[in-house]
Every structure is written in structure tokens, then in C-alpha cells.
């Protein structure tokens, strides 16, 4: 790059051979010369603007443009702009209208098996069988339901069809507001996201979508560009054009190699700034999307795809239009990659919804064979008549009735409620998360988090309140614990200081003064830099005079800051036209590039490798350990002579000069270390992966409550990371990662890989019972792969690059941990509102399809009719589905360990209550049925003739029904078996309303309802029994949470997680079978047992021999950073060296000894962590400690060896 690195161009134009045409609207370049020049790359562009614009100079003076100032703020040259180039906006692809998402939504499995029954039904009830009945054919059973039911035949059909034409209305209007509020996100997104241009020399924020052609904007390090633009000067920028050429390397831009920017890409180091030249639907984004046109066949496919579950899983389009061609090769990605697999509630669901669909079935099926065989005994045998032509349709019509009762048993059982519950909890929940500062881009997203097994979180910004001030110094020769005095210092090394503050930073940086009286300085930009900035102000200094005298086009050379370097450097001229590099950077990584440092008097003394360390110990340490980062600022001369070639940048920058080491603080946000606990609480893992030196790190992990003293823990740097986990090929090893995550609390100097390495590295891990659910907070570019690996991704709502949001599921729009405590327990939320909603639906269920089946069998004729179960089914459903889906969250939410990827969705507790209140139900059901005549004094309602009016009888028996589901629909508030159904029932209004009005109409149908529901008035008498055994149900309630669950070893789980395969062991879900896995463990176990006793002997032997030179065998200490650095209790260092005490024999025995070294496995999970450290196993013979290590887990094997002991 040479001289020409920062001053603008300068080609010698070739003479003009023609006279410029007059162009468009007065401007001397059209749309379409401007489009096909940005068609052009590299060498092709650059000699295409020189042919015809001279130089990137001249393209400006044709737009009217000038490089320095910039347009002219004003409206109507603006407007005429936008008139002849476009505006940079591209017109979002046509929503999906309403009809089609009722289409969508039609797809659902229950539903299709809804529709098919209620066809059928419909059909069967408009059949009227021809030929009238005569006696020879024997007048079987004229039940009561012949005639009055086929008036109402078509109801039970017509019905169902209603309750699926309910369910689809409410799915589709879901999923057209739910887009509509994220095109409205989507706009006030677009309307946030401002991009840096120059008009009238100023510096102005402006929408993204107000850009024109002829702007000159500022780009830098994380932006995602706009528009398509030509460089006028750069410093060191790279780009990332994957977005529009697939190729992931960053391809470096100059104004003199490579001056084209496209629209789309990333910044990815570096600054610069641009001409825009092409914006909106001329821009390389706009034309790829213009010829997506109005969305492709892929497209509907993918979505088709997406959408197989009754949660419809909205994927939010693309954070900005801007990004269309990211976009699209996401989505093509996204078809390739099984990154996110159906989400763990859905896919529990689908399975679930086929079983009972199973279920149903075969109960139905077997429905139909009951009434045909007794029909068909009692006619052909016991009446002993034979089968007459002319009878064949009168029989064919009894067949058909059993036809239409088995439909009708079918449909009882299938849950209709259920796709509802699961959309409304999830819209309700997306909606309320708004308010917690959740952003959620991901509709499953946020089921997901509730089962989060491990977070790992950022430092800066997101546990600190990214305010950063210098706190303390090292300035010549002294360490200053605050500010130092200006007098205190040497003019020189002051004048240094600011220099070196003032131009090596991003011009962009600045510290404005308080927007109201008596708050904070404003801090705009890298918040690194407004500290040094605030240092320099605090030094009764002044950076501004310093940037007008050299401004940023003068600058000569910039190394801008990457995750690799870890510094940044500024080289500027000298009025002797000498240069002088500013370099600023990481303590530790800077000083060994130090060869001198200024002494009190602002004089070179030299620096040697041994002061260095002495000054890492004395200085750096000491700062580091109270939290603070440390920095390093430095210079170096190079006189006009010795000029080095800028491009070896290792060269460039060394030798330097130390001018100053100072340690910024920011602080740990005052509500961090208490939703870390929460964490913790909840059975969560918080780690911390952090840029920032180890010493800082682990001081504001200890602020945070992320690491405790006496724990045993891990805190790594990213090298001695990559050290553990790598083989000698350097290929990374899920083995050797599998030994370091579950104690790893604390990543530091780690670079955007490690943290992705880290990432996947939990996600496939098997050493636990269950697949870990990790999520990641990001809001740097560098953390866009992380974020897309992870389960659920976290992006800063204020911190975070375009980059970052685009690859999370959910933004934090105040950039605050404690909103992914909110996250968490809504998540948590979710699930268990379904699952209160399947304890109530399956109650209903089973006794609905137990009465419809025993009454059909024995008395032939259903005691509750069509129309009744309609009001029990579809009411009761979907108010119940609304009443229990909007439960809002409640603290006590964490404070349980996450329920995993194959917890069954009905826990065995779930069972208890829904097979007890079941119990309760049907003896009531079938007490009245059979004896309620003679208790309440009425006529029977069994084998009531034709036509009569409905009877009291049978009206008790609805009454009833509907009173106990009622007060069954307070108990199944609960479902981990508490005691006080009633605890924040008042904090759900919508609950309260729902279950009165449910009771108002549920008065008014029996009082009034008459034929239509076969209902007759009640009197108050009556109407009191029924609220009476209603009431029963919570007494009952009671009787059931006092069983203990763990007593029904015979109650199975229903609703497991995704299939076989994707489980670890399924056994170890729950410990139902634990006999079984205890004897296949056995003989193994008892191996394993001699060989642990026989090799802690041998340690213990080892351990005593080398208690003086203890550690020389181990790895080094520092490796086992736990807060007090070295704890020499036996137990630690037993631990500690079993793992470098070769494995007697390298069998399938292997893992087992890691398992039986390893903490066990609940223990990423467990705060408890006396578990972890070594003592357990010297413990192991004494059966009161083993038992309470493993009580947690009765499946392990460790369990089983006890039992074979």
C-alpha cells in the first residue's frame, strides 16, 4: 500500500477525449452507468473509474459531491437524489395474506384427524337408509336416541368442524398479528438502525433509509453496509463479502487496489470512508432481491417444512431488508444444516398428540365390535332370526349407528385444545416478554431457553454496565491508585499521553457532555477508548484541539483493533517529516513488544524482559485482581530515513516506547451477582468468556457470584484451553473437552473460535444424563458463529453489531443479564402451562371416553349427548386452553433444575392426578347414572321412551360433570403436587373471569338450554348437590398430593422427548427401571469397584511418598485457579492426580473411569460442589456419604455398584 495508504487517491485522469454529455437531472453519471460500474471488482473497477472519472475524485464532482464536506444538507437536492437514484429502501416481500395462513394452519396432524371424523360424522347423520323396518327384522333396541338423535345427528359433525374452524381462525389471526408486530418491530428496527455520513462538514447520525446517492459515509469495524459505495480512503479495511459471494475470507479494500464496497457485507477491521453509489433495489442487495421477486418456490417449501406443528414457528424475516442476500443463503444453509432441530416441546407434543390419537382409536375401534357382536348375538342367537334380504338395510343402519358412536368416542379423545394452548402460551408469552426487554426473533426460542443447562455470557456489557473509567495509573515510574494531579506530571510525558489518546482512537469516539443537568458525560462509541478519552478530560485536558490539528484523512497509516491483534496503532507524519506510531493495547501483550519506557522525568530508560516482569507483578496483578483491565499506551519514532515497510506490521510495531499503563473499571452491574444466584439456583451453569486477561476476569467473576471460594473450578486462558482440549495433531477432542467444560467457569483471552469451540463442545458432550441446552450472549461480529450454534442466542439490543442480531434468536433490548433471568422463566413458563393444560385435558379425556364407551356398551346410548360433550369438549377446551396458557410466571420457577430434553411432558405426578381425579370422576359419573334415580327421588333417565323430553336424570349427571371439570381446572394449576391450588390465583384475571363465566353459562344452558342441549331446569336443591361433588374434586385434590408419587412405581410417563437416538440414555430419565440397569451394571461394576479401591491406595501411597515435592508432578499450579490458588487439602491434589495416573487398560472400561473419576454427572448443574472435588471417592466406604452424593441419581452407575456391594 506504500505512501498512498491514507491520502486520497491520486492517478494522473487521461486527458478527456469527449465533452461530459449532460446526464440526468443535471447530475453527471446515470442510474445505469452507476449499476454496471458496481457490477465491476478489483483491478476491473478501479481502471473503470479511472477511465471515466479520472479518479474516485472526479466520480465525487459528477454526484456534486464533495470528499471532505460532503452533500449539502438540503431538502430538495436530497429529494431530486432520491428521484433519479432511488431511495435506500427495499419494499419488503408481500406478507402472507390471510387466507394462506389459514391454509397453513389447516395442516395440522389433530386437526386433519379432527376434520376427517367430523366429515365422516356429518356424512353418516344426513344417511337415511331406505326400506322400512318390519317386525321379521326384530325391532332390537329402540333406544331412546333414534329419532331425537337424528334431528341432532348432524350437531356432533357440524360441531367439530366448528371447533377446528375455531382453532385454525385463532391459529391464523395469531400468526398475522404476530407478523404484523414483527414488520412493525421490523420498521422501528430499520428506523433505529443510523449509519455515520458527512453533510456540511458535520458528522450526522441518519436512518438508514435516508441515505442517497452522493453521500459520503463513514464506515467502520462491525458496520454492515447500507448501500453500495466506492472507497475514497481507508485504513486497513477488511471486509466479509460472504453474504453476497459465499467465500468466507475477508477480502481487504484500498482506495488504490480494491475501492468497492458492496451493500450487505461486514466490516470486518478497520475504518474508512465511502462514496454511496448505488442504494435500495440498485444496490447489489436490491438487485439479488428484486430477483427473488416475490419469493421463490424454496421458499414455500421451507416454510412448509417449518411449519409442521400446531406452535407455528413464525421465523421472523431478515433483521433489515438491507440483508436480503445474507438472507437467502441462510435460508439455504438453514435447509442443510439441522442446526435447530424441531423444538424440544414440539416435537414431545407430535409425539404425544399420536398417541392419543392411538389411544382414541383403538377405543373406539373396540366401541364398534362391542355393539356389533351384542347386536348381532342378541338378533341372530339368542332371538334366533335369520338374516333377510329385505332386512340388509335396516341392518346396514344399526352397523352404521355403531359407526357414528365409535366417531363420536374418537373424537372425545382427541385433544383438540391442545395446538391452541400451545399457540396462545407462546403469543402470550413472546408479547409479555416484550415488556422484560426480551426481543423475541424465534417464536421457539423462547421454550428453549427454559430448559438452558448453561449460559455463557460476555463480560463487558452484559454482567458490567459497559461504563468504563481509568481508575488507576502507572506514569512515569509511579503507580497513582486515582487521577493524578496534571501538575504532578512532566509537561512531556502529559503531552504524550493525550497524543497518543487523542489521535489513536476512532474519530467516531467521543465524550459529549450531559444530556440533563447533573448526569453522567455521554460516552459515544468504543467504550475503551471514551475512558481513555474521560482520563485525558480528567487530566484537565482537552482531545478536540488535538483532532483538528490532525485530522483523520491525515492520518497516515492505521492498524485498526481485531480480535487478533489485540491493539491498535495510528502512524502519523511529522512536521520533519519523520513518523510516529501511537500504539495502544493489552497490557500483557504490548509491553513484550516494549523495549523502553519514560522515566520521572519523561527520559528513555530501557525496559528489559526482567523489568517487564517485575512491573507484570508489581503493577499489572495488583490492578487486575481488583477487576481492572489494563492497557498499555506507547510510541515509537521512525525518522524520514529509516521509513519500514507498513505492511509488515510486526516490524512496524515494536521497539516501542512505554508512555503509560492504566487500569480501567467497569463496573459489575449492581443486579448481576443476584441473577447469577438465580442461575444457580435454577440448576443453571453461568460461564464467562471474556477478551480480558485472566487476573480481571476471575476478580469480576468472583464479584459476580460466577465463581465461589473453596469451589473447585476451572478458569482458563484460551491457549492453555486449546491446549487441553487439542490432540498432538492439534484437531480438538470431544473427549479431552469433556474433561475440562464441566468445571470451566471462566474463558479469558479468548478469541471468537474458543468460544465457538467451547459452545459446540457442551452441545455435543454425552458425559451427563441429558444433552446440555446452552445458551450464548454476543455483541460483537466475531461472536455471530457462537450465537448461530448455540440453542438460544442472545444479542445486545444496544451494544450489539448488526452481525450479532442477525444470528441470535432473541435480542436484550437494555443489554442486561438479568432480562436472560426473565427469558429463562418464561421459558420454563411456557412448558408448564402446557403441561397444566394437558393434567386438565386429559381428565376431561378420559372420562368423557369412558362414560361414552361404557354407557354405549351397556345402556346404548351415551349418558352425555352430542351436544353436551361439544360444550364440555370445545368450551371447556378452549377457555381452559386461554385460563391456563396465561398464567404468568412466578419466581418459584427457578428454583428447579430444567427439565431436559427427554423429561416426559407428563411427569408421573401429572399421572397420579389426572388417573385420580379420573377415579373420582367416573364413580360419581356412574353412581348417578345407575342409583341417582333413587337418591335425588326422580324418574330414571335410562331407556326412556321415543321423544320424550329430556330428563332431569340425565341433566344431573351433565351438571355434575361440568362442576367437577371446573373445579378440576383450579387443582391442575399446580402440577409438581403443591398443596395450595388457590396461591396467585387473584394475580390471573383472565383465569378468574374464565372459570366464572364458564359457571354463568353453564346455569344458563341447564335453566334454559331445553331440547336443543337436552338439558330440563334444576332446582336449587339439586343444583346444590352438583356444586357439592364439584367441590369434592378439591377435597379430593388434597387426598391425592398427600400419595406419595414415588410409591406408584407402576404409573408410566407419557410424552417422551425426540426419539431414541437423539436421547442419551432413556432409562436414566426417571429411575423406573433401575433394578434392571443396576444387574447389567453389576459385573462391571464390581470391576470397576476393585480397580478404584486398589489404584486410592496406590495414591494415597504416591500422595504420602511426594508430599514434600508435591506438585512436581502434577500440571502446573495455576492451572487450578481456584480463589485461594492452592488448596492443599489431600482430597484436591487426590483428585487432581488421577488424572495423569495411566488407565490400567484402555477398554470400554474407560469411560467408566472417567465416569467414576469425574464429578458425577448432574454436577454442571450442581452447585454443591463438595461433590466434586475428590473427597467422595476415599468417602466411598461409608454408606451414609455415598448415599447422599447419589441419592440424586439412582440410575448411575456408582448406584449400582453400591447395590451390588
Not at 491508585?481 to 497524543?499: F, W
Amino acid at each position: 500500500m506504500g505512501d498512498v495508504a491514507n491520502s486520497s487517491v491520486e492517478f494522473h485522469p487521461k486527458p478527456r477525449q469527449q465533452r461530459e454529455a449532460p446526464h440526468a437531472g443535471g447530475f453527471g453519471c446515470t442510474l445505469a452507468e452507476l449499476r454496471s460500474l458496481m457490477e465491476l471488482r478489483g483491478a476491473e473497477a478501479l481502471q473503470k473509474v479511472q477511465e471515466t472519472y479520472g479518479d474516485v475524485g472526479g466520480l465525487c464532482r459528477r454526484l456534486k459531491t464533495s470528499p471532505t464536506e460532503g452533500l449539502a444538507d438540503n431538502t430538495n437536492d436530497l429529494e431530486k437524489r432520491r428521484q433519479i437514484y432511488g431511495q435506500n429502501f427495499i419494499p419488503p416481500k408481500q406478507p402472507k395474506t390471510f387466507l394462506q395462513l389459514v391454509w397453513e394452519a389447516l395442516q395440522d396432524v389433530t386437526l386433519i384427524i379432527l376434520e376427517v371424523a367430523a366429515i365422516v360424522s356429518l356424512g353418516l347423520s344426513f344417511y337415511a337408509p331406505p326400506g322400512e323396518e318390519s317386525e321379521a327384522c326384530g325391532n332390537v333396541s329402540a333406544g331412546a336416541e333414534d329419532e331425537g338423535e337424528a334431528e341432532a345427528g348432524w350437531i356432533e359433525g357440524a360441531a367439530i368442524l366448528l371447533s377446528v374452524i375455531c382453532v385454525v381462525l385463532v391459529t391464523a389471526f395469531n400468526d398475522w398479528s404476530k407478523e404484523k408486530q414483527f414488520r412493525g418491530l421490523q420498521s422501528r428496527i430499520e428506523q433505529e438502525q443510523k449509519f455515520t455520513v458527512i453533510r456540511n462538514g458535520q458528522l450526522l447520525q441518519v436512518p438508514v433509509a435516508a441515505l442517497v446517492v452522493g453521500d459520503i459515509a463513514q464506515v467502520k469495524y462491525g458496520d454492515l453496509l447500507p448501500a453500495d459505495g466506492v472507497l475514497i480512503q481507508g485504513n486497513d479495511l477488511k471486509i466479509d463479502e460472504s453474504s453476497l459471494t459465499g467465500e468466507s475470507d475477508h477480502v481487504r479494500k484500498s482506495a488504490d487496489k480494491d475501492p468497492m464496497l458492496l451493500s450487505g457485507t461486514h466490516v470486518m477491521e478497520g475504518s474508512g470512508r465511502m462514496v454511496v453509489t448505488a442504494v435500495g433495489v440498485n444496490s447489489q442487495t436490491g438487485i439479488i432481491f428484486t430477483l427473488l421477486g416475490a419469493g421463490g418456490e424454496e421458499e414455500k417449501k421451507e416454510k412448509k417444512a417449518k411449519k409442521q406443528d400446531g406452535a407455528v414457528a413464525m421465523e421472523m424475516q431478515p433483521l433489515k431488508s438491507a440483508e436480503g442476500g445474507e438472507t437467502e443463503e441462510r435460508e439455504k444453509k438453514k435447509a442443510n444444516v439441522p442446526k435447530k432441530e424441531k423444538s424440544v416441546l414440539q416435537g414431545k407434543l407430535t409425539k404425544l398428540a399420536v398417541q392419543i390419537g392411538k389411544a382414541g382409536l383403538v377405543m373406539s375401534a373396540v366401541t364398534v365390535i362391542i355393539l356389533a357382536l351384542y347386536f348381532v348375538i342378541e338378533t341372530f342367537v339368542v332371538d334366533g332370526r335369520a338374516w333377510l334380504a329385505e332386512c340388509t338395510p335396516v341392518y346396514v343402519q344399526y352397523f352404521v349407528k355403531f359407526f357414528i358412536i365409535g366417531v363420536t368416542v374418537l373424537v372425545v379423545a382427541v385433544p383438540e385444545g391442545l395446538p391452541l394452548a400451545v399457540t396462545i402460551s407462546l403469543a402470550y408469552s413472546v408479547k409479555k416478554m416484550m415488556r422484560d426487554n426480551n426481543l423475541v426473533r424465534h417464536l421457539d426460542a423462547c421454550e428453549t431457553m427454559g430448559n438452558a443447562t448453561a449460559i455463557c455470557s460476555d463480560k463487558t456489557g452484559t454482567l458490567t454496565t459497559n461504563r468504563m473509567t481509568v481508575v488507576q495509573s502507572y506514569l512515569g515510574d509511579t503507580h497513582y491508585k486515582e487521577v493524578p494531579a496534571p501538575s504532578a506530571l512532566t509537561p512531556k510525558i502529559l503531552d504524550l499521553l493525550v497524543h497518543a489518546i487523542s489521535i489513536n482512537s476512532a474519530y467516531t469516539t467521543k465524550i459529549l457532555p450531559p444530556e440533563k443537568e447533573g448526569a453522567l458525560p455521554r460516552q459515544v462509541g468504543n467504550k475503551t477508548e471514551c475512558a481513555l478519552l474521560g482520563f485525558v478530560l480528567d487530566l484537565k485536558q482537552d482531545f478536540q484541539p488535538v483532532r483538528e490539528q490532525i485530522p483523520e484523512d491525515k492520518l497516515y497509516k492505521v492498524y485498526t483493533f481485531n480480535s487478533v491483534r489485540k491493539s491498535m496503532s495510528t502512524v502519523i507524519r511529522m512536521p520533519d517529516s519523520g513518523f510516529r506510531l501511537f500504539s495502544k493495547g493489552a497490557s500483557e501483550i504490548l509491553l513484550k513488544k516494549c523495549t523502553n519506557i519514560l522515566n520521572s522525568n519523561g527520559e528513555l530508560r530501557s525496559f528489559r524482559p526482567r523489568d517487564r516482569d517485575d512491573m507484570v507483578q508489581k503493577i499489572i496483578e495488583p490492578m487486575a485482581c481488583d477487576g481492572l483491565r489494563t492497557i498499555c499506551i506507547a510510541y515509537r519514532d521512525f525518522s524520514a530515513a529509516q521509513e519500514p515497510d507498513w505492511d509488515n506490521e510486526n516490524e512496524v510495531v515494536g521497539d516501542l516506547t512505554c508512555i503509560a499503563v492504566v487500569g480501567i473499571e467497569d463496573p459489575v452491574r449492581p443486579e448481576v451477582p443476584e441473577a447469577i444466584r438465580k442461575c444457580q439456583r435454577a440448576g443453571i451453569t453461568v460461564r464467562m468468556v471474556t477478551g480480558d486477561n485472566i487476573n480481571t476476569a476471575r476478580a469480576i467473576a468472583a464479584k459476580c457470584g460466577i465463581i465461589q471460594p473453596g469451589e473447585d473450578f476451572l478458569c482458563l486462558e484460551g491457549k492453555e484451553f486449546n491446549r487441553r482440549i487439542r490432540n498432538e495433531k492439534g484437531e480438538i477432542e470431544q473427549e479431552r473437552l469433556d474433561k475440562v467444560w464441566p468445571k470451566l467457569r471462566v474463558l479469558a483471552r479468548s478469541s471468537p473460535t474458543d468460544k465457538h469451540t467451547l459452545v459446540k463442545g457442551i452441545i455435543d458432550s454425552n458425559t451427563g444424563e441429558q444433552r446440555q441446552v446452552v445458551a450464548v450472549t454476543g455483541d460483537g461480529t466475531n461472536d455471530g458463529p457462537a450465537l448461530k450454534k448455540a440453542d438460544v442466542g442472545f444479542a445486545m439490543g444496544i451494544a450489539g453489531t448488526d452481525v450479532a442480531k442477525e444470528a441470535s434468536d432473541i435480542i436484550l433490548t437494555d443489554d442486561n443479564f438479568t432480562s436472560i433471568v426473565k427469558a429463562v422463566m418464561w421459558g420454563r413458563n411456557v412448558y408448564d402451562s402446557i403441561s397444566k393444560f394437558l393434567q386438565f385435558q386429559l381428565t376431561v379425556n378420559v372420562v368423557a371416553v369412558i362414560v361414552a364407551f361404557t354407557g354405549a356398551c351397556i345402556t346404548q346410548d351415551s349418558p352425555l349427548k352430542a351436544v353436551q360433550m361439544l360444550w364440555v369438549n370445545l368450551i371447556m377446551d378452549t377457555f381452559a386452553s386461554l385460563a391456563l396458557a396465561t398464567e404468568p410466571p412466578t419466581e418459584s420457577l427457578l428454583l428447579r433444575k430444567p427439565y431436559g430434553r427427554d423429561k416426559p411432558l407428563i411427569s408421573r405426578t401429572m399421572m397420579k392426578n389426572i388417573l385420580g381425579h379420573a377415579a373420582y370422576q367416573l364413580t360419581t359419573i356412574f353412581t348417578l347414572l345407575f342409583v341417582g334415580e333413587l337418591f335425588f327421588d326422580i324418574d330414571s333417565g335410562r331407556n326412556a321412551p321415543l321423544h320424550s323430553p329430556p330428563s332431569e336424570h340425565y341433566t344431573i349427571i351433565f351438571n355434575t360433570f361440568v362442576m367437577m371439570q371446573l373445579f378440576n381446572e383450579i387443582n391442575a394449576r399446580k402440577i409438581h403436587g403443591e398443596r395450595n391450588v388457590f396461591h396467585g390465583i387473584f394475580g390471573n384475571p383472565i383465569f378468574c373471569t374464565i372459570v366464572l363465566g364458564t359457571f354463568v353459562i353453564q346455569i344458563v344452558i341447564v335453566q334454559f338450554g331445553g331440547k336443543p342441549f337436552s338439558c330440563s331446569p334444576l332446582s336449587t336443591e339439586q343444583w346444590l348437590w352438583c356444586l357439592f361433588v364439584g367441590v369434592g374434586e378439591l377435597v379430593w385434590g388434597q387426598v391425592i398430593a398427600t400419595i406419595p408419587t414415588s410409591q406408584l412405581k407402576c404409573l408410566k410417563e407419557a410424552g417422551h422427548g425426540p426419539g431414541k437416538d437423539e436421547m442419551t440414555d432413556e432409562e436414566l430419565a426417571e429411575g423406573e427401571e433401575e433394578i434392571d440397569h443396576a444387574e447389567r451394571e453389576l459385573r462391571r461394576g464390581q470391576i470397576l469397584w476393585f480397580r478404584g479401591l486398589n489404584r486410592i491406595q496406590t495414591q494415597i501411597r504416591v500422595v504420602k511418598a511426594f508430599r514434600s515435592s508435591l506438585y512436581e508432578g502434577l500440571e502446573k499450579p495455576e492451572s487450578k485457579t481456584s480463589i485461594h490458588n492452592f488448596m492443599a487439602t489431600p482430597e484436591f491434589l487426590i483428585n487432581d492426580y488421577t488424572h495423569n495416573i495411566p488407565l490400567i487398560d484402555d477398554t470400554d472400561v474407560d469411560e467408566n473411569e472417567e465416569r467414576l473419576r469425574a464429578p458425577p454427572p448432574p454436577s454442571p448443574n450442581q452447585n454443591n460442589n463438595a461433590i466434586d472435588s475428590g473427597v467422595y471417592l476415599t468417602t466411598r466406604g461409608t454408606k451414609s456419604a455415598t448415599s447422599s452424593v447419589f441419592s440424586s441419581r439412582p440410575g448411575s452407575p456408582l448406584h449400582s455398584v453400591e447395590t451390588s456391594l
